[in-house]
């Protein structure tokens, strides 16, 4: 039996092309969540192709699956052991924490392992090495005071009125023995205790690196991130293996092929500041051509009030003619892109600036982050802008993609 492991939409996407291509059979889909968000999971799973899977199954992890703590740790280990039982194959996209374990439990078996295409982050490590992370000890401290109350009770930082003095006082106890209980679940105690097992639990602190085979949009760019006995190049988004099967309630967009896409995406950002400054960059881009015009396609995650900003923009600046916002948000842009072929793509570091050049090598990408930045000035917190340029410099891998 094959096990097609996924928590993403594009994941699924990715795994049912290669399905597809190679005509896999016999297969299995497990899509792994968290309490946090079933509706996501969900979706996935209404929009897998049963023609493709005997089976879906919906597989739930811890509430917070990448932190340090042994005992979920060890858990997902024991339930990971039933999820493999009768498995031959184990097709999966990411490579770190839980699905390192995974990783290397299906080794360990005798399971062949097969790395597909996520998106950006399959390439995370070809100019950078994986670190892993070591939890410092004041702040597993800080976090077990938090989890058990004690850091909100007013003996701690100061004594102020006599109610809250009893009420603390009577919690007091309770609450010292649960910092020392969540002191020993911390992910500093956690990470000295995995660091010293020899099973399958260790792997949740490297990447996984050895396959059978890699089936990847670039697999040329990850010699030197993973081996693998084969490698072939996964064309997602080829006419022939590639189907949006809800494709009609796009509508008909009036794309043409000198005409811009830009693709949003949802950054810690003030949304006033964020929207004046994508178009004011739209605005730049537009002046290069007479008649074309910009589609704005918005991320499912924008929020509500950053895309109200965006249409007063447009509005104020008297842009109607010259920029289109899509109505639909929850679908491949892929799509858009296969039917109309735009002249040009505008995005920060959204993956399809990656994929559009399987799709059509005419079509012009470009990275337009440090226009941003540039625009946002100190209105950007300094934490995004640590990730947005994180971000996007995974894509300096692709000489296709223009940065500016």
Known sequence: MNLFLISQFGQLIHHQALIKRDNIANNKLVILYTSANLDVPRKIQKEADRLLFDETIL????LSPLNYHFDDITKMTEGFKNLLSGVDNLYMSSFEYHYSIL???AVNRGIKTHLVEEGLATYKFVHTDHITR???LKRSVITATQQSGLFYNKFYPILKFIYTWTRDLINLPAQVFSTIVHCKN???ISYKKLIKVLDERSAFLGVAKEFD?????FPHLLNNCFNAQNKTELKTYDSEIFEYRDSKRLGNLSIKNKDILYLSQMYNI?????ASSVISIIEEYLQSTDDGRCFIKFHPRDKSDFISSIKSQVIEKKLVDRIEIIAQTDFPVESIIIKYKPKMILGISTTTLVYT?????DINCVSVTGKLLEHLGTHCPKKTRKTILEHTAMLNAFEHIEKV
């Open 270 to 274: 003030p949304s006033v500041h964020y």
């Open 213 to 217: 085979s890699i089936h990847t949009a």
């Open 103 to 105: 990783h290397r439990l």
């Open 134 to 136: 070591k939890p410092k």
């Open 59 to 62: 597989y739930q992890l811890q």
């Open 186 to 188: 911390s992910e500093f």
């Open 357 to 361: 050049n399987q799709i059509s090598t």
